[in-house]
C-alpha cells in the first residue's frame, strides 16, 4: 500500500509545488513508483511536470465532481515511474460545487484507494488555501509535509493550518500525521534565515527535515521547461537536496 503525503500551507508562494513536483520526481528517481496528483486550479505540477493543459481530457474535477475513476484520469508523465493526476482551471469550480453534496470531504480519498496498491508514494500538491480542496488532500491523506518559507512572518498562519489537521484528525481522518515541516528557500548569506531556521525548530523540534532547500535558480528555471529538477539539471544543487528529502521521506517510512 502505497504512503500518501499532502504538501499543504495555504500560505501562497512558499514552495509546496516546487516540492511536489521534486520531491515525487526524485522519489521516482529512486526507484519509488509515485503518482503525483494536482488538486490546484492553477495546475502548476501539472504544467510543471510537462503535462500540456491542452492535451488533458480528464481532470481531478472529474473525480471530485463526476466521480470518474481514478484509472482513467492517471497519464503518465516523461519521469521513468511518475504518473500524474492532472489538474486544470476546470477544477477553480469544484470547490463550490462540491459544497452540496454528499460525502463531499472523502471524494479524493475514495478516488485514491482505488489506486493505492499501484503506487510506493503518492504526493499531493495543495492549493493556497484551507477550503475543499485541500481538506479531501488531508483526508486523504497518512501524512502532511509543510513546507515553510524561510523568511520574515514564516509561522504566521501556521496555526490555522495546524488548526485544520486537528480538524480533520478529529472528524475525517483519525490516521493523518504530521510528516514534517520543510524550510525552503534559505537565502544562507542573510541572518535573517538562520533566525527563522531557529524559530521554526524551537517550533516544531523533530518534525523539522534535515534537509533544508536553499534558494537556487536552477528550480525556478525548470518548470518553464516542464522538467523536474532531476531530470532539467542533475548536478544543481537544487536537484542534490531534493533528492536528500527523497531519501529522508523514505527513511522516516
Ligand atoms: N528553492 C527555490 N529556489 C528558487 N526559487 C524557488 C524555490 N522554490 C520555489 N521557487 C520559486 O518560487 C515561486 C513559488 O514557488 P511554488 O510555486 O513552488 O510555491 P507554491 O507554494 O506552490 O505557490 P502557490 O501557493 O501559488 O501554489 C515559483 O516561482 C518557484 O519557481
Ligand atoms: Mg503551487
Keep these: 500500500m502505497g504512503k500518501i503525503i499532502a504538501v499543504a500551507n495555504q500560505k501562497g508562494g512558499v514552495g509546496k509545488t516546487t516540492t511536489s513536483v521534486n520531491l515525487g520526481a526524485c522519489l521516482a528517481y529512486i526507484g519509488k513508483r509515485v503518482l503525483l496528483v494536482d488538486v490546484d486550479p492553477q495546475g502548476n505540477a501539472t504544467s510543471g511536470i510537462g503535462i ?16 470518474v475513476a481514478a484509472k482513467d484520469v492517471i497519464k503518465p508523465t516523461a519521469v521513468e ?18 459544497v452540496p453534496t454528499i460525502s463531499r470531504e472523502v471524494r479524493l480519498k475514495r478516488a485514491l484507494e482505488a489506486v493505492k496498491d499501484n503506487y510506493d508514494y503518492m504526493v499531493i500538491d495543495c492549493p493556497p488555501s484551507l477550503g475543499l ?41 483519525t490516521d493523518l500525521t504530521i510528516e514534517g515541516v520543510l524550510l525552503t528557500m534559505l537565502d544562507a548569506r542573510t541572518n535573517l534565515g538562520i533566525q527563522v531556521i531557529d524559530e521554526v525548530k524551537k517550533y516544531f523540534q523533530d518534525k523539522v527535515y534535515k534537509t533544508i532547500i536553499p534558494r537556487n535558480i536552477r528550480l525556478s528555471e525548470a518548470p518553464s521547461h516542464g522538467q523536474p529538477i532531476i531530470i532539467y539539471d542533475p548536478r544543481s544543487r537544487g536537484a542534490e537536496v531534493y533528492l536528500d528529502l527523497a531519501k529522508e521521506v523514505v527513511v522516516n517510512g
Excluded: F, M, W
Excluded at 500540456?52 to 466521480?67: N, P, R
Excluded at 480542496?133 to 488531508?138: E, P, S
Excluded at 514564516?154 to 478529529?170: F, H, I, P, Y
Design 52 to 67: 500540456e493543459k491542452a492535451d488533458v481530457e480528464h481532470c481531478i474535477y472529474d473525480i471530485l465532481v463526476d466521480d
Design 81 to 98: 515511474n511518475l504518473d500524474i493526476i492532472p489538474a486544470t482551471i476546470q477544477l477553480a469550480g469544484a470547490e463550490i460545487e462540491l
Design 133 to 173: 480542496l485541500t481538506i479531501n488532500a488531508l483526508t486523504a491523506s497518512d501524512a502532511v509535509l509543510i513546507p515553510v518559507q524561510c523568511e520574515y512572518y514564516a509561522l504566521e498562519g501556521l496555526s490555522q493550518l495546524l488548526n485544520t489537521v486537528r480538524l480533520v484528525q478529529k472528524h475525517l481522518n
